[in-house]
């Protein structure tokens, strides 16, 4: 791990963004973060044991069918688990995309830090290359997951906000590259 320094006291709740490109950083986020409420889309709850085992964990629900509606409820639900203590985990990309790509950066997690005034932690790793998206089969290697400092939600700006955490991602994940082409990962 790269940055643990970076992770500010569990005294006060933050937003995680992470890189999304496999299954592994929703298991790996619950050890290195205090309790976390993931954002996450309604349909999630439907699915057979998972599904219900997830409902349990106080995830923030996405229903896609309001549109800008659904902002209203996920800044409650958001409000509501920051006040229990939860750190709140948002997946920028809004789904899991292959390792190597990019893909557009929704602005929810901006605005919701905006809303709830707290500062975003930023996570990028390079897992998607040993658990891929849409693959059974995991690889052996290293994977590498470096956390960013806390970047503020302060002057209310959501894109400038959202560009700057897409930007340290981003850059973080190309500078980690692919475990499987390289025997050492550059260190910070």
Request: aromatic share 12%; no cysteine; hydrophobic share 45%.
């Given at each position: 791990m790269i940055g643990?320094?970076?992770?500010?006291?569990?005294?006060?709740?933050?937003?995680?963004?992470?890189?999304?490109?496999?299954?592994?950083?929703?298991?790996?986020?619950?050890?290195?973060?205090?309790?976390l409420a993931f954002v996450a889309k309604k349909e999630l709850l439907s699915i057979p044991f998972f599904g219900?085992?997830?409902?349990?964990?106080?995830?923030?629900?996405?229903?896609?069918?309001?549109?800008?509606?659904?902002?209203?409820?996920i800044t409650a639900q958001g409000r509501e688990r920051l006040a229990q203590g939860?750190?709140?985990?948002?997946?920028?990309?809004?789904t899991r995309i292959r390792a190597g790509t990019r893909a557009h950066y929704k602005t929810g997690g901006a605005r919701l830090?905006?809303?709830?005034?707290?500062?975003i932690v930023p996570v990028a790793h390079n897992a998607g290359y040993l658990w891929p998206k849409g693959v059974l089969n995991k690889r052996p290697g290293t994977i590498t997951v470096s956390i960013g400092p806390p970047i503020r939600a302060a002057n209310g700006?959501?894109?400038r906000l959202m560009n700057?955490?897409?930007?340290?991602?981003?850059?973080?994940?190309?500078?980690?590259?692919n475990p499987l082409e390289q025997s050492a990962v550059p260190r910070a």
């Open positions: 643990g320094e970076s992770i500010p006291s569990a005294a006060k709740p933050h937003i995680v963004m992470s890189k999304h490109s496999s299954t592994w950083e929703t298991m790996a986020l619950n050890f290195l973060f205090p309790p219900w085992a997830f409902r349990l964990a106080s995830p923030i629900i996405i229903d896609r069918r309001f549109g800008q509606g659904a902002m209203t409820q939860f750190w709140i985990v948002i997946y920028p990309e809004g830090a905006i809303a709830l005034g707290v500062s700006d959501m894109q700057e955490v897409e930007s340290w991602i981003e850059n973080e994940v190309a500078r980690l590259g």
